[in-house]
């Protein structure tokens, strides 16, 4: 999101709800990077997510949450 230049407010005002009337709210992406909550996008919000952040959907991570253990071994033992 930072690579963007985007804060979640900004991000956040380039993503349509699913009604397509409104955007989505700054805390809706908060959620979603503490790990609170987990996005549950249209395909419409996936291509505003991905021109909002430059990015092709094989470029986005796999899951938005705060980074976990199992993740960084994970990613450990791929390099290894």
Do not use: F
């Amino acid at each position: 999101m930072e690579q963007a230049g985007l804060n979640q407010t900004a991000l956040a005002r380039q993503i349509p709800d699913k009604t397509g009337t409104k955007t989505l709210s700054q805390s809706a992406i908060s959620r979603w990077l503490s790990g609170e909550d987990s996005p549950e996008l249209t395909i419409r919000q996936v291509k505003a997510l991905c021109r909002a952040l430059g990015k092709k959907l094989e470029e986005l991570p796999d899951d938005l949450g705060p980074i976990t253990n199992q993740q960084v071994n994970n990613n450990n033992s791929e390099i290894n």
